[in-house]
């Protein structure tokens, strides 16, 4: 069996899921002042994660059977039949940080797909199933409809592939009820119970590359999940969420503030680097003003601003 993921949280996650009985755990005291409660209270927790581990169902696989398609589809050109040039241009602009460091990122990310293509191929094609991951988010839904459409020219009747929806909501034994915004967040241990796989049969797989050749076709510049599908939307199409946020700011504010708050907003919606891309459109527009730079090795989004038109 093939795993695949479309984030390296989600590829971290699930690989310490596959890694054994439980998954692998640590819990560390962090600097040389923790004092007996401290102690104490870290073996309690270990203690803990070990008798998850012991009661953790068990998933087919091992860590090496993880691949991962980071590209983040739902943002920027998605023109190319395998991911390129454009692709790795839009990964760079979302990743918030230096030139050298963006492309440096986009490099990365660009070849671990590209690598994880190369693996499915192989291995879809010689009969193994594919398990696809799917968060509820964007991303997650423009992933999979990108794979299937990947997957044709091994035709959709001699494979076996089968999604995971993330549950919208846990009710645990406690009374609580548990919202996850992706896998990631999903506590290694807790997979295989979250888990409920539905076979993806060659019509549906084939419907979903149609989807994806529907976007591809109109190639807006975001894509959004409404009404639980994917769909065609303006770069501006979040906008009124950041100037919620932003208004409800002071005169003066940390961008990176406002950007957890907008992300807490529009859960699951976007990602850091996309809100602070929108961000910066009202500061080229003049209704903020950059008080402040980030410094070295820092978010491009560490910066003070003010409000000027907001």
């Keep these: 069996m093939v795993h695949v993921v479309f984030s390296t949280s989600e590829k971290g996650s699930l690989r310490v899921a596959l890694s054994g009985p439980g998954g692998a755990a640590a819990v560390a005291v962090i600097g040389g002042t923790g004092g007996p409660l401290e102690r104490l209270a870290a073996k309690r927790e270990a203690a803990r994660q070990k008798q998850r581990a012991a009661e953790a169902l068990l998933m087919e696989g091992t860590p090496a059977d993880v691949v991962c398609l980071p590209l983040a589809l739902s943002v920027g050109d998605i023109s190319e039949a395998e991911p390129g040039e454009k ?98 967040e999903v506590e290694p241990w807790h997979w295989a119970a979250l888990a409920d796989p539905e076979p993806l049969a060659a019509p549906v797989l084939n419907a979903l590359a149609l989807e994806w050749a529907m976007l591809q076709a109109q190639n807006a510049p975001l894509r959004a999940v409404v009404n ?70 820092r978010p491009v989004y560490d910066r003070v601003l003010r409000k000027k038109g907001i």
């Design 87 to 184: 692709r790795k241009k839009e990964l760079a602009g979302l990743w918030a940080m230096s030139p050298a460091e963006n492309e440096e990122f986009a490099e990365k990310m660009l070849e671990e797909s590209r690598r994880a293509l190369e693996t499915l191929r192989r291995r879809a094609g010689s009969g193994e199933t594919v398990r696809v991951w799917q968060s509820p988010g964007a991303d997650d839904a423009c992933g999979v409809r990108f794979l299937a459409a990947w997957l044709r020219p091994l035709e959709f009747d001699k494979l076996t592939v089968e999604r995971v929806r993330l549950p919208e909501f846990e009710a645990r034994a406690d009374g609580t009820a548990v919202r996850y915004d992706g896998w990631g």
């Design 228 to 297: 639980g599908r994917p769909v065609s939307v303006p770069e501006d199409f979040y906008d009124s969420f950041v100037r919620d946020v932003l208004r409800a700011q002071p005169k003066e504010f940390r961008e990176a503030e406002a950007i957890g708050t907008l992300l807490a907003t529009l859960r699951p919606g976007v990602s850091d680097g996309f809100a602070a891309r929108r961000i910066e459109a009202l500061v080229q527009a003049g209704l903020l003003e950059a008080m402040s730079s980030p410094a070295p090795g």
